[in-house]
């Protein structure tokens, strides 16, 4: 990240923290005001097109929160239910070999 895009960064938390709309005049006057008169432009009207309408407040608190991965069971839940995993692991991997294994009686293969 460029020095750039790192006080155009900042320039934005601090318009956030304060709870004003980040527009790019306003990340601009912050900018010159710290006198970093070297940043282009085109950051600040970048930073606030892509921040325009988004909560920067409620991105910053809910990073990790990707959605995608499932829960993984509690202790309480999962204990009943110990001795049986290892029969439903076997029984899986059963049906995974006999799929594996139809493939093949098709009677021809890819470098056939």
């Not at 990240?1 to 320039?11: D, G, I, P, R, V």
């Not at 527009?23 to 006198?35: G, N, R, V």
């Amino acid at each position: 990240m460029s020095n750039s895009e790192l006080a155009t960064s900042y320039a934005a938390l601090i318009l956030a923290d304060d709870g004003v709309d980040i527009t790019a005049d306003k990340l601009q006057t912050l900018l010159k005001a710290a006198k970093l008169d070297e940043v282009e432009p085109i950051w600040t009207t970048l930073f606030a097109k892509a921040l325009e309408g988004k909560d920067v407040k409620d991105m910053l608190l809910n990073v990790g929160s990707g959605g995608g991965a499932a829960a993984a069971p509690s202790g309480a839940a999962a204990g009943g239910a110990a001795g049986d995993a290892p029969a439903e692991a076997k029984e899986e991997e059963k049906k995974e070999e006999e799929k594996e294994e139809s493939d093949e009686d098709m009677g021809f293969g890819l470098f056939d």
